[in-house]
């Protein structure tokens, strides 16, 4: 057991169905500390989520959340949101706590990305010699969080950038042949996401090395605290480029040892890295296309419950 206080933090905004089990979960996953408090920052939920919130409050030690109502209006952009959010309980760190009285920030995704996490996964990231400022964790089945990752030979850039260049690229040269405008498009449009964010969910065997990157996170990430004291999630590209918000806190640190520790499992399978499987990504293809597949899931999925 590591001794030391331990704040876990995150983000949460309509996981009522979700939170209290994944929460439980965690928390039994960080018995390797000695002391846990946790505190959570919801905003634009339109479920029971701060009803669940609320309750848990009373339930579960050391706990505390703030809400920040309905952003959306203000802050558009799902990732400002984000950012914004991380934010707060970055200034919440640096209100309640010190760097004397606060080893490590653990940031974990609420959603049901952590349905494998361990307390024997936990523990392995203090069981070996390497010297590092944060861990992150790894999807068996994949691994899944290519938007906040970098790392040479692997995840260079922004994927969703590239994402963005090759389907224009696409589009400027399909122009030019419109008679088969609508069917390349069809079949490029798999090509290029598998090519630019699907063929890069590597599988990564927990027996394996860490793996040093510039950034990552994977829905659960364990950081010495003093980075929350001395940096936030604010963009540090002047040119005003949008990425991921854990790019945006990990390019800050200087000269900064980050690793995916393989042995940090925190899920086999999840709603990203299934994508993988080219019959998963067009049957999500068609239900999002299709009211009428819709509507007989919909009736399918009542009649189970009678």
């Known amino acids: 057991m590591s001794t030391g206080k331990v704040?876990?933090?995150?983000t949460?905004?309509?996981?009522?169905?979700?939170?209290?089990?994944?929460?439980?979960?965690?928390l039994s996953a960080?018995?390797?500390?000695?002391?846990?408090?946790?505190?959570?920052?919801?905003?634009?939920?339109?479920?029971s989520t701060l009803q669940t919130l609320n309750s848990l409050s009373k339930t579960i030690p050391n706990f505390s959340y703030v809400t920040l109502g309905t952003l959306s209006p203000d802050i558009p952009n799902r990732i400002e949101r984000l950012r914004y959010c991380r934010n707060t309980y970055v200034n919440h760190?640096?209100?309640?706590?010190?760097?004397?009285?606060l080893s490590y920030v653990i940031v974990a995704d609420l959603d049901g990305m952590n349905s494998k996490i361990s307390e024997i996964g936990v523990s392995s990231c203090f069981q070996d010699e390497i010297v590092w400022d944060a861990c992150f964790s790894n999807q068996l089945g994949g691994y899944s969080d290519i938007y906040a990752l970098r790392c040479k030979d692997w995840q260079?850039?922004?994927?969703?950038?590239?994402?963005?260049?090759?389907?224009?690229?696409?589009m400027n040269e399909s122009n030019k042949h419109f008679f088969f405008k609508n069917l390349r498009s069809l079949l490029n449009r798999n090509k290029i996401r598998k090519s630019t964010i699907y063929s890069k969910m590597r599988r990564i065997p927990k027996s394996l090395p860490w793996i040093q990157v510039d950034s990552a996170f994977g829905g659960f990430g364990i950081y010495k605290s003093a980075i929350f004291f001395d940096h936030n999630y604010d963009s540090w590209d002047r040119t005003g480029a949008l990425v991921s918000e854990h790019v945006?806190?990990?390019?800050?640190?200087?000269?900064s040892k980050l690793y995916i520790n393989p042995a940090l499992i925190n899920a086999y399978w999840n709603t990203y890295n299934v994508n993988r499987f080219i019959l998963i990504r067009y049957t999500r293809f068609l239900i999002r296309k299709s009211s009428i597949i819709r509507k007989i899931l919909k009736l399918m999925a009542s009649n189970s419950y009678r």
């Open 30 to 47: 960080l018995t390797y500390f000695s002391e846990v408090d946790v505190f959570l920052v919801e905003s634009d939920s339109s479920d």
């Open 156 to 170: 260079d850039g922004d994927c969703f950038a590239e994402l963005h260049n090759k389907r224009t690229a696409f």
């Open 12 to 26: 949460v905004s309509n996981v009522a169905s979700v939170l209290e089990n994944e929460l439980k979960r965690v």
């Open 7 to 10: 704040l876990l933090v995150g």
């Open 93 to 101: 760190i640096r209100g309640e706590y010190s760097k004397k009285n």
């Open 248 to 255: 945006d806190l990990h390019l800050k640190i200087p000269d």
